[in-house]
């Protein structure tokens, strides 16, 4: 049974940083691509960045870009989100997801699995 197992998150004053992981067990994930996802309370899952299958092509969401960085070690497994410069505002449940596909995109709709989701609080 494929699965993928996120680690990390937690709480964290504002202009902290904090890196989470996401390791698949089952299978190999190391030709697709991947994202990170978050989900506020009372919002919808927005996305945060996505990294293509061989780590040379990654983009971001407005919101993050600057302050996040997606990375993929397909040797060794895990994707990688390192947050720096956290806000208020990103406090949110995060997600990482596997696509069946080379190339991330934007669109949830668009993944085929998905971690358990990590809780991120940032404090102001």
């Known amino acids: 049974q494929v699965q993928l197992v996120q680690s990390g998150g937690g709480l964290v004053q504002a202009g902290g940083s904090l890196r989470l992981s996401c390791a698949a067990s089952g299978r190999t994930f190391s030709t697709y691509a991947m994202g990170w996802f978050r989900q506020a309370p009372g919002k919808e899952r927005e996305f945060l960045a996505g990294v293509s299958w061989s780590g040379g092509v990654t983009h971001y969401a407005d919101s993050v870009k600057g302050r996040f960085t997606i990375s993929r070690d397909n040797a060794k497994n895990p994707v990688y989100l390192q947050m720096n410069n956290l806000k208020p505002e990103d406090t949110a449940v995060y997600y990482c997801?596997?696509?069946?596909?080379?190339?991330?995109?934007?669109?949830?709709?668009?993944?085929?699995?998905w971690g358990q989701g990590t809780q991120v609080t940032v404090s102001s």
């Open positions: 997801a596997v696509r069946r596909a080379p190339v991330a995109v934007s669109d949830a709709g668009r993944y085929d699995y």
